[in-house]
């Protein structure tokens, strides 16, 4: 495509609940939206930084800053680019790979829109709906937790995972497997434990989870590798794997059985799909991991959990999940379980520009 120009924005939108992680609670997801500006037509990005580097090192004003600083400016240099070169063009950069990821996306969605062509289809989908998993933060208490849970079971979710962090762990799983018995069930700890922990993450072993996902932190790939071998429990790595080599080292140390993937996590859905088909050709399992997404991701995640090596329920939950009013003209639903991938050309959504101008709280405009 021209690269013409590219649109940024601040968005706050409000959450239907707090979201209660290890590592802090969320009221209002604020998110950057980018749109590239290409004579053909505009495509649609989302930058799922988070407004502190809590779970991440990236954050909104850091994210704000590199686009319009460094990133934004090598694409418009370059002018005419193919979706496939963008991320040649930013590597030079270091790190910043949501942002780089949402410039990306902004990018394929303007090229696959202009030939007519949907997201599913150019990324190798395999299927036309996939089973929806929820994420459900830390409750009050048990107590609330089980209502939380069954109030997305009653919705149709396929898979619970619940947010765990030390002292807020086995009792939490323990009242969710009382309640609803052998259901789906996974934990996240986003990274609150150490290898001192072990004998508690191992009390986790007889409530037959899917997995543990993200005991440790980030570069813990040895110490999870040790956790690994003592746990029964499978664990699976979201924060550690940046990138295709990175999920190449997990797997060789054995300090995961099962990845989430997550495209901003990783630097885009290009090199998300290179983390599913080495997994795929390893035989581990992988699942699309979410960051409370608008409709933009989330449309994007469904097409890259529709691939062939996505077999376990991802995060990919309904709009309504998170938001009483999405930016995108027909929201994300869950229907008996499933979300069904996008037909239409690129992210096949139509964004609500009202919707889209009301949430917004920041603005800027870069031209070529
Ligand atoms: O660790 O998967 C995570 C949200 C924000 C940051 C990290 C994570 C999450 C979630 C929510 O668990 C997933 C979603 O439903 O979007
Ligand atoms: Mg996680």
Same mark, same amino acid.
């Given at each position: 495509v021209s690269l013409d120009g590219v649109e940024l924005r601040v968005l706050h939108l409000p959450l239907v609940s707090p979201f209660t992680t290890s590592f802090g609670t969320e009221t209002v997801r604020e998110v950057i939206v980018a749109r590239a500006l290409t004579p053909d037509g505009d495509g649609w990005g989302e930058?799922?930084?988070?407004?502190?580097?809590?779970?991440? /090192?990236?954050?909104t004003q850091g994210a704000w800053d590199v686009a319009q600083r460094w990133l934004i400016p090598a694409l418009l240099e370059r002018g005419t680019l193919a979706p496939e070169e963008a991320a040649t063009v930013l590597e030079?950069?270091?790190?910043h790979r949501m942002v780089k990821a949402g410039l990306e996306l902004a990018v394929l969605d303007a090229s696959l829109r202009s030939e007519g062509r949907p997201l599913g289809e150019y990324l190798g989908a395999v299927r036309d709906r996939i089973p929806s998993g929820v994420s459900v933060g830390i409750q009050r208490d048990p107590a609330a937790l089980v209502d939380a849970v069954g109030g997305y079971l009653d919705e149709g979710y396929v898979r619970i995972k619940i947010k765990i962090k030390p002292g807020r762990d086995v009792a939490d799983t323990a009242a969710v497997r009382d309640a609803f018995?052998?259901?789906?069930l996974q934990v996240d700890a986003? /990274?609150?434990?150490?290898?001192?922990d072990v004998d508690t993450l191992a009390?986790?072993?007889?409530?037959?989870?899917?997995l543990i996902e993200?005991?440790?932190?980030?570069?813990d790939l040895v110490d999870h590798a040790a956790l690994a071998r003592h746990l029964r429990t499978p664990v699976c790595l979201d924060e /550690?794997?940046?990138s295709r080599k990175a999920a190449a080292d997990a797997l060789a140390l054995a300090a995961a059985s099962v990845i989430n993937i997550k495209a901003g996590r990783v630097g885009g859905y290009l090199e998300a799909v290179r983390i599913h088909d080495l997994c795929r050709d390893a035989g581990v399992p992988v699942w699309c991991g979410g960051m409370l997404e608008t409709g933009i991701g989330r449309a994007a995640n469904a097409a890259l959990a529709?691939?062939?090596?996505?077999t376990l329920p991802g995060?990919?939950?309904?709009?309504s999940r998170f938001y009483t009013?999405?930016?995108?003209?027909d929201p994300i639903v869950v229907e008996d379980g499933h979300v069904r991938v996008p037909t239409g050309p690129g992210l096949g959504i139509e964004i609500d520009r009202v919707a889209l101008d009301d949430v917004t709280v920041e603005r800027v405009e870069l031209r070529r």
């Open positions: 930058i799922v930084t988070m407004p502190a580097p809590l779970y991440s /090192s990236e954050y030079p950069f270091i790190g018995g052998a259901i789906p986003n /990274s609150a434990y150490t290898l001192a009390e986790l072993d007889r409530f037959d989870l899917l993200q005991p440790l932190q980030e570069d /550690s794997v940046t529709a691939l062939e090596g996505f995060d990919v939950s309904a709009s009013r999405d930016i995108v003209t």
